[in-house]
């Protein structure tokens, strides 16, 4: 158990559905982080935030929503996805964003498919 | 250029092989520097963590920094058929710095370690 759990672990999913991605970090942590995980990419980073306040998004396409009700919660809303949307789905969390050590503890993540 | 280059592999080596894995990287602001394992079908976890230049140990793992070259290591020894994995660098700068917010990662390498 990594102490940040993600559900669901796989999800299929239509181009109109909608679905959301959740996230629950048990670590006492204050930042939370989405990345997406292709082959053979790095992993890019989506959305941060820091204290329940979104810090970042890096130029991620509204059709992903993100949603921090407090520091231990963390939901990726998913609308009108394209194929190639399909990727491992990974949260992460730390202690706060900017104090230096920045390490990063994640979840198994969400495979997703978008048919 | 990317901000960090990784092999990615895959490297293939027989069991009880020394193994060493590598990134360099182009921005003199890192000054954190991780190793992340990553198993099929699960998240990255955290495995090795250095600040600034010099080494690190841990058991059959070395992490290695050198600043003035802007070159990281990682190396197994006795390697393990348990050690087939991925294995990603990743880094972070100073507190309070634009690069402080956030890990930059790189691709990842594909390790096998075979019987």
């Known amino acids: 158990e990594t102490g940040v759990t993600q559900t669901p672990r796989h999800l299929v999913m239509g181009m109109t559905n909608k679905k959301s991605l959740k996230c629950e970090q048990h670590?006492?942590?204050?930042?939370m982080y989405w990345y997406k995980q292709s082959a053979k990419k790095p992993l890019e980073l989506m959305f941060v935030?820091?204290?329940?306040?979104?810090?970042e998004n890096n130029s991620v396409p509204s059709r992903f929503s993100p949603e921090c009700p407090n520091s231990s919660h963390l939901f990726l809303h998913l609308h009108t996805l394209q194929p190639e949307d399909s990727a491992l789905y990974l949260c992460a969390s730390s202690q706060e964003v900017g104090g230096g050590q920045n390490i990063q503890y994640f979840g198994a993540g969400t495979r997703l498919s978008v048919l | 250029q990317k901000e960090v280059e990784q092999d990615p592999g895959p490297l293939s080596v027989p069991e009880g092989a020394i193994v060493s894995l590598n990134c360099t990287y182009s921005n003199s602001a890192f000054q954190y520097f991780m190793w992340y394992r990553q198993y099929s079908r699960k998240g990255p976890e955290l495995l090795m963590y250095?600040?600034?230049?010099g080494n690190k140990e841990d058991g059959r793992f070395t992490a290695q920094v050198d600043k003035s070259s802007k070159y990281i290591s990682l190396f197994i020894r006795d390697s393990q058929p348990s050690d087939s994995a991925t294995y990603l660098c990743?880094?972070?700068?100073?507190?309070?710095?634009?690069?402080?917010?956030?890990?930059?990662f790189g691709t990842g390498t594909r390790l096998q370690v075979t019987l």
């Open positions: 670590l006492g942590h204050n930042a």
């Open positions: 935030y820091n204290f329940k306040e979104q810090t």
């Open positions: 990743a880094m972070s700068g100073a507190p309070n710095t634009g690069t402080a917010s956030k890990l930059t």
């Open positions: 250095t600040y600034s230049s």
